[in-house]
């Protein structure tokens, strides 16, 4: 079965970065792209970004250009998404979700949470 | 970028009402309109892709359809396991965006 198991739960500085993990299994892990989606506490779902695991291509959202680095290792099936800079404002759950013509399997979210 | 407007915020339901969520895009967005249900602490499932079609293993009292930039998520007979937050995503282009959210909450 699909299954995208993301990292555990981060505490960071402002300032500092941080990287996210999701590995999947289940499929083809470079036939779909994987998007990176945000949550902050009871708000809604915003986009970051996506990567193309067979080519390595990747788009952005504006808000994210040049904080944000999406990358991947096809040998072992994992995606990473790196946020540098981070402010209080980056506290949120981060998904990782598997797309073709649109996400449909989504990891169990890794909260991330920016604190002095 | 496309905003997708979302209504109602929240609605209060009994078990097995019957329960509309609506979604405006901003702009043309042909069929690409996705619903997902989010339960607290837990990622969103998908439940309708591309307007209409019923991912798999989804119960068949969810369905969707559109008129227009307006597109309705309906649940016909609300279970207890239903409970949770609903949100469009369009799907056409890039930025994916998102509507705010429909809480359904017992009544």
Known sequence: ??????????????????????????????????N????????????????????????????????????RNTSISVAYMELNS???????????????????FWGQGTLVTVSS | DIQMTQSPSSLSASVGDRVTITCRASQSISKYLNWYQQKPGK????????????QSGVPSRFSGSASGTDFTLTISSLQPEDFATYFCQQSYNSPLTFGQGTKVEIK
């Open chain 1, 36 to 71: 990176w989606v945000r949550q902050a506490t009871g708000q809604g779902l915003e986009w970051m970004g996506y990567m193309n695991p067979n080519s390595g291509n990747t788009g952005y959202a504006q808000k994210f250009q040049g904080r944000v680095t999406m990358t």
């Open chain 2, 43 to 54: 990622a969103p499932k998908l439940l309708i892709y591309t307007t209409s079609s019923l």
């Open chain 1, 1 to 34: 079965q699909v299954q995208l198991v993301q990292s555990g739960a981060e505490v960071k500085k402002p300032g500092a970065s941080v990287k996210v993990s999701c590995k999947a299994s289940g499929y083809t892990f470079t036939s779909y792209d994987i």
């Open chain 1, 86 to 104: 981070l402010r209080s404002e980056d506290t949120a759950v981060y998904y990782c979700a598997r797309d073709y013509t649109h996400p449909d």
